[in-house]
């Protein structure tokens, strides 16, 4: 699913305008940014949750070259999801199996 199709689902689901739904989806998407800009946590209840880990600088090595390269900390977006959301996905697969039995 790309970001338009989310923008039609919400169009289709809130009986807005693409226009409208498009909004929606971006102040979504800017909240969470800016929360993790913050290092802030995002926790949707059935969903997931958002947070940032560090990572630690380390000396690299570039592939073209080989030549030694120095990578400087940083933080990197993460998502875990929610049991709810991993029992979802996988009840799918699940009923699937079932059903093929020979």
């Known amino acids: 699913m790309t970001k338009a199709d989310l923008v039609e689902e919400v169009s289709r689901a809130i009986a807005a305008s693409r226009k409208d739904a498009e909004l929606v989806v971006e102040n979504v998407f800017d909240a969470i940014v800016q929360a993790l800009r913050s290092d802030e946590k995002i926790e949707i209840r059935g969903f997931g949750s958002f947070r940032t880990r560090r990572r630690r600088g380390r000396i690299g ?3 073209k ?3 030694r390269v120095e990578v400087p ?3 990197i977006p993460y998502f875990k999801p929610s049991k709810e959301l991993k029992e979802l996905v996988n009840a799918g697969q699940a009923a699937g199996r079932a059903g093929d039995s020979g």
Do not use: D, M, W
Request: proline content about 22%.
């Open 65 to 67: 070259t080989g030549a």
């Open 61 to 63: 090595r570039n592939p």
């Open 73 to 75: 900390p940083k933080r």
